[in-house]
């Protein structure tokens, strides 16, 4: 039973240009929230999709935005890269939107130069 | 002040001691609490999560809940070498998947 899988793992960005994380979730989850952490930080919520929709959004702009598919796959895409936008991306999923037991994949690293 | 705040590391424990990780929450409105186990470099990785007041024991973990004085701990009986990490407390709401995390407590446990 395949779990949270992420990619890509690690990248490296420039200033000013975009990115796409990809996420699919654990078999049986239809809910996926990312999340990101800055290095020696906890991880901070971005955003819950459900249904295809954005169902909670925490306090990050709207350069942060995402998507879900039909199959409860995401995407996160962060546009207008900043320096401080350099950290590790998390997704985690789980069933429902009333359920609190996450589980995450192994991150995307994102470097901005 | 930060919503979910952990005692700040790292803590040092000699093997087979008992490691006690504490947190505190500054909104009432959380109803459910995590605690996370985080290796450098990966995931975090759910240990147990505790909705109700009291104690909750899980092997050589037990999480406590006092919701009056809006403090989470976690225990760690007879600590091993491989429980060397950084422990992640994180409070949660009835309407799921948002949890606020805190800033991690690293326990490093020595043979």
């Known amino acids: 039973d395949a779990g949270v899988t992420q990619s890509p793992t690690h990248l490296i960005k420039t200033r000013g240009q975009q990115v796409t994380l990809r996420c699919s979730p654990k078999s049986g989850h239809d809910t996926v929230s990312w999340y990101q952490q800055a290095l020696g930080q906890g991880p901070q919520f971005i955003f819950q999709?459900?249904?295809?929709?954005?169902?909670q959004r925490g306090n990050f702009p709207d350069r942060f935005s995402g998507h879900q598919f039909p199959n409860y796959s995401s995407e996160l895409n962060v546009n207008a890269l900043l320096l401080g936008d350099s950290a590790l991306y998390l997704c985690a999923s789980n069933q429902g939107t009333g359920a609190n037991v996450l589980t995450f994949g192994a991150g995307s690293r994102l470097t901005v130069l | 002040q930060k919503e979910v705040e952990q005692n700040s590391g790292p803590l040092s424990v000699p093997e087979g001691a008992i490691a006690s990780l504490n947190c505190t929450y500054s909104?009432?409105?959380?109803?459910?609490f995590f605690w996370y186990r985080q290796y450098s470099g990966k995931s975090p990785e759910l240990i147990m999560f505790i909705y109700s007041n009291g104690d909750k024991e899980d092997g050589r973990f037990t999480a406590q809940l006092n919701k009056a004085s809006q403090y989470v701990s976690l225990l760690i009986r007879d600590s091993q070498p491989s429980d060397s990490a950084t422990y992640l407390c994180?409070?949660?709401?009835?309407?799921?998947?948002?949890?606020?995390f805190g800033q991690g407590t690293e326990l490093s446990v020595k043979p």
């Open positions: 999709y459900y249904e295809e929709e954005e169902r």
């Open positions: 994180a409070g949660g709401y009835n309407q799921g998947g948002k949890l606020i």
């Open positions: 909104d009432r409105g959380s109803q459910s």
